[in-house]
């Protein structure tokens, strides 16, 4: 037996998955809660299912061991070590009882169970159901659930997976529930909450007349802000019939909302377990943007009911097989009920961030990682955002009747059990008909595949050679690297602006080809002379490119691509090459370039909320991006000298676009655009002696809309605007009392490019402003501070990263999970000067000197200074 030896650091690897030699027919938990000692009562009966040992692990941390039984005798045949305990000669099948006692209030690691504002909840994915019971705590070990819940009458819900089977009264004033799930689970769906909350009602008519009953949990006094959320979830439940036929389980659909939680939220079976932050919305708290998180997140978790639940995960390096493609069906909802450009913006916006970043750092790992240490420490971008990728690229290559098709026969294959990424792919292979061996490395191959493109225009005989080379640079966790089979969308538009056909061999065809091999030539007949190519179109790989495109065609692009999307990004890569070269040569912004702006704020036919995005400038990470050492300040500089150029020259048409738009408060996509733009341009004026600026901003900060008085104090804050600190002390007074709106300020804060801002957060930390034991708190400010602040984050004399690792020593002992996501930014710092990156290295090796750090941070830190 392996595991007794496992310490807590010890890494895991993919290849030594071996399936269970025992598995569960049925559990039965009975909890009674207390704040600091619950006692939990597990009936279990246990097959064993291979020829193998007798022995059997079960894994159980931080619990109170009382007694074991087998087969109604007490067992003492059993070794207990840190992490489970080993139950010896056992018989080929038993009944196991096992009683233990757990401490929620003083849970504070949001993994397992934990009581905090008053409610009992859990969260047990990845492994933290071993804190609440002793068991085979690991996905492919799947049982129908039973659960009994004790609890004070004051916890007026008493709340678990499935349907409630029975309640009752009992002695000194509590009273209990009987759940019963009847779909088999893997220990991390199991949920449980007790509290005492406002419901929202509604029911969803599935497609077959099966009325499902829709609760919605919220803290007292927060049901006028629960619409949304439930609104979000029928739009779900029903585009998941429409778009991949498939329907709700279950009679009851549960979710709950809570103020302490480590992430947007969870899966559990029936029992969605939500961050309040991603449930609360009304428009005098909400942006906009909350809102299409809300529906976004909402809309994830109720499709992992079948991409995750019912059909599971073999073991967590396949992770990706529920998330990634869980991703993509949410992505997809947003872009079939609102805007593909915009959604696909985003998206793309967190690949060539965050991701590309991950793959290039200490982190690096293939979206099915091969070795983890902390489990936790794997829910990454890449593994969620480039596994979304992964599954988009194979439904560029199926085209949707084939990716259907796949998907069916994925669940006729795997319906009710724990699956890998290889039954995935192979059944979407075995759905086509198109071969997908070649394709799969992207599932074991780490690290972002540049593309280089080399063109060449034949005026004889009209045809353009495009050249495509691909390498992927080696990666920390991988030195040798494969070519991969990438599918590459192109368009070609003619000097006038029209697209035109791809032709190759004569043939027509259509807008993707793949690239199988290090490098293809790619002969496209009867095009134009001086077309503009569009390369990638849509990102249709999560590659970098290298393509040398003048600042006309680019302009071209821009102009007249027909996919919104690649406008935009010609856009910003026109915007990257100015700002290099003022950077690197001190060039001046291009006249051509205002002139597009120009064009493009007074175009008649204008898309609103694609103009906003066109006209917002590259964010600091995307320039960073490109240079191999970051020069911080210069970038900074160059923004804010680009951001005061552009509001002046454009002022006019600036003015002329803002006054004449007009909204009528409500969430339709109009207004909503309206309101972005209207915000975009407000951030411009902010930096103008435009006479009416102080006069709008007032009227926006002070408008009943929360996206406009949002937009107004970033607008003011990110311009130091005079009135910056007289505005955060007002939105400070009228939300005193509304935690979620205080976050934004904290956010505001947080990016404040005053001189001083490291001491003022240090000090809002010190004096308990900032209550270190909520996630959401110490998010809002630190993450705005160490992402939008670079100059003061990346400070030469390191104050910005002792401020982050002074906050990570204290966090580590209380929410490890926390703390390693938050030590993300320190992560990259290779890719910064030696004087930086000694700095660093020094707090690096601070974290490193703790005997008791935590697995989490211990992962990091070790990758991080291994690198050396
Ligand atoms: N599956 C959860 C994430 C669990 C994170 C554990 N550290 C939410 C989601 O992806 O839907
Ligand atoms: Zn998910």
């Known amino acids: 037996m392996s595991e007794q030896h496992i310490s807590t650091n010890q890494a895991k690897y993919r290849k030594d998955y071996k399936a269970p030699d025992f598995l569960v027919d049925s559990l039965y938990l009975e909890f009674d809660l207390q ?76 993994e397992g169970l934990y009581l905090s504002d008053g409610a009992y909840c859990t969260q047990c994915e990845a492994e933290g159901f071993r804190k609440i019971t002793y068991f085979q705590d690991r996905p492919d070990v799947l049982t129908k659930y039973t659960v009994k819940v004790i609890a004070d009458k004051s916890f007026t819900h008493l709340l678990s997976n499935g349907n409630k089977i029975e309640s009752g009264e009992l002695a000194d004033g509590r009273h209990f529930n009987v759940w019963q799930d009847p779909y088999n689970k893997p220990s991390y769906l199991f949920a449980l909450v007790a509290g005492d909350f406002d419901v929202l009602q509604d029911t969803f008519k599935t497609r077959t007349g099966r009325d499902v009953l829709l609760e919605l949990f919220v803290d007292k006094g927060n049901l006028n802000k629960a619409d949304h959320a439930m609104a979000s979830l029928k739009r779900a439940m029903k585009w998941d019939e429409e778009r991949f036929d498939l329907e709700y389980d279950l009679d009851i659909y549960m979710i709950v909302a809570v103020d302490f939680f480590n992430m947007g939220a969870m899966e559990n079976k029936g029992l969605n377990i939500f961050n309040s932050k991603c449930v609360l919305a009304n428009q005098a708290t909400a942006t906009d943007r909350d809102y299409h998180t809300i529906e976004s997140i909402v809309g994830h978790e109720y499709f992992h009911n079948w991409t995750g639940n019912r059909v599971t995960c073999q073991d967590w390096f396949q992770l990706s097989l529920k998330e990634g493609l869980t991703v993509f069906r949410d992505q997809e909802f947003s872009s079939d009920i609102g805007s593909r450009a915009l959604n696909r913006i985003d998206a793309v916006k967190v690949m060539r961030g965050p991701q590309f970043s991950e793959d290039a750092g200490p982190m690096a790992h293939p979206i099915r990682p091969d070795k983890v240490i902390e489990m936790n420490n794997f829910y990454t971008v890449t593994v969620y955002d480039k596994g979304s990728e992964v599954i988009r690229m194979m439904h560029t290559l199926l085209g949707e009747t084939n990716f259907q098709k796949g998907m069916k026969l994925y669940f006729e ?35 972002t595949p540049e593309l280089n493109v080399d063109r060449h225009y034949n005026e004889s005989d009209k045809t353009l050679t495009l050249t495509v080379t691909q390498y992927t640079a080696p990666t920390q966790d991988q030195s040798e690297k494969q070519a991969l089979h990438i599918p590459l969308a192109i368009e070609v538009i003619s000097p006038k602006g029209i697209s035109q056909p791809l032709q190759i061999n004569g043939e027509v065809v259509g807008n993707v080809v793949s690239l199988k091999s290090e490098t293809h030539q790619y002969i496209f007949e009867n095009i134009e002379q001086d077309s503009a190519v569009v390369f990638l179109e849509d990102f249709s790989a999560p590659c970098k490119v290298e393509f040398d495109q003048s600042l006309d065609e680019l302009i071209t692009i821009v102009k007249h691509a027909r996919s919104d999307f690649s406008k935009w990004d010609a856009m910003q890569r026109l915007m990257i090459v100015c700002l290099k070269s003022s950077i690197d040569s001190g060039s001046e912004l291009p006249k051509m370039v205002l002139d597009l702006f120009n064009e493009l704020l007074s175009s008649e036919s204008k898309d609103l909320a694609l103009l906003s995005e066109l006209i917002t400038l590259p964010s600091f990470d995307a320039i960073a991006a490109t240079y191999k050492t970051v020069p911080v300040d210069k970038i900074c500089a160059q923004l804010a000298g680009y951001k005061s150029t552009l509001a002046m020259e454009l002022k006019d048409s600036l003015v002329q676009l803002y006054t004449s738009l007009d909204e009528n408060g409500g969430l339709d996509a109009h207004s909503i655009s309206v309101r972005a733009l209207k915000g975009c341009i407000l951030s411009y004026l902010a930096l103008t002696d435009w006479d009416q600026a102080s006069h709008e901003l007032e009227q926006q900060f002070t408008d009943s809309n929360m996206t406009n008085s949002l ?4 607008a003011v804050c990110d311009s130091l605007h005079s009135v910056h600190s007289e505005f955060l002390t007002r939105f400070k007074e009228k939300w005193q009392h509304d935690v979620l709106v205080l976050d934004k300020w904290l956010a505001q804060v947080g990016r404040l490019k005053s001189e001083n801002i490291t001491a003022t957060i240090t000090e809002m930390f010190a004096n308990g ?31 910005g990263y ?23 930014p320190l992560m990259s710092y290779k890719r910064h000067t030696i004087e930086r990156q000694n700095k660093v290295k020094e707090q690096l090796k601070r974290l490193a000197d703790i005997s008791d750090l935590s697995p989490d941070l211990y992962e990091k830190v070790s990758n991080a200074l291994n690198g050396e």
């Open 802 to 824: 002792t401020l982050l690792t002074d906050l990570l020593i204290k966090l580590d002992k209380i929410n490890p999970q926390n703390a390693a996501r938050l030590i993300t």
């Open 35 to 110: 704040p600091t000692q619950t006692r939990v009562l597990q009936k279990s009966h246990y097959k064993r299912v291979t020829e193998n040992e007798s022995d059997l692990w079960l894994d159980g941390v931080n619990q109170t061991l009382h007694c074991i039984n087998v087969n109604g005798v007490p067992f003492s045949q059993y070794e207990q070590f840190e992490q489970g305990i080993l139950l010896k000669n056992l018989p080929s099948e038993f009944e196991l009882h096992i009683e233990s006692e757990i401490d929620p209030q003083n849970n504070t690691s949001l």
């Open 711 to 714: 937009n107004a104090l970033s």
């Open 413 to 447: 294959r795997h319906d009710g059990t724990a699956a890998t990424c290889d039954d995935f792919v192979s059944a979407m292979q075995d759905a086509s008909n198109i071969d997908l061996t070649l394709f799969s490395k992207w599932y074991s191959q780490s690290g």
């Open 769 to 799: 402003e900032v209550d270190i034991t909520n996630p959401n708190r110490v998010r809002a400010l630190l993450m705005s501070y160490c992402m939008f602040n670079p100059q003061a984050f990346h400070a030469v004399d390191g104050s």
